[in-house]
């Protein structure tokens, strides 16, 4: 089993930044995809970003897109989101997600494509 820990959500203000941290421990990753997907009060759960460990290619929400940038640590099985320029419309319930024994260059946007999934962090930017 794979348990996944989201850290580094809070409170904002427009225009400011945050870095989400997403770390990884149970089951031994050997290749896998990573996720971030967030989830704002009465909407569904929408693709953030991606990427993949072993070709390291990353795939982005275009409302994020020039603004976030994920990136990972191998060594250390966390991966992290970093969040600049900051919009209210950023306001939701953020979740790291993964999968395993995945091959594929791209990184996936779908929530099906992911096995395992965090408890979320708060993210709130105030106008």
């Known amino acids: 089993q794979v348990q996944l820990v989201e850290s580094g959500g809070g409170l904002v203000q427009t225009g400011g930044s945050l870095r989400l941290s997403c770390a990884a421990s149970g089951r031994t990753f050997s290749s896998y995809a990573m996720g971030w997907f967030r989830q704002a009060p009465g909407k569904e759960r929408e693709f953030v970003a991606a990427?993949?460990?072993?070709?390291?290619?990353?795939n982005y929400a275009n409302s994020v897109k020039g603004r976030f940038t994920i990136s990972r640590d191998n060594a250390k099985n966390t991966v992290y989101l970093q969040m600049n320029s900051l919009k209210p419309e950023d306001t939701a319930v953020y979740y790291c997600a993964a999968r395993n024994n995945y091959q594929s260059a791209y990184a996936p946007r779908l929530t099906d494509a992911y096995d395992y999934w965090g408890q979320g962090t708060q993210v709130t930017v105030s106008s």
């Open positions: 990427t993949t460990w072993s070709s390291g290619n990353t």
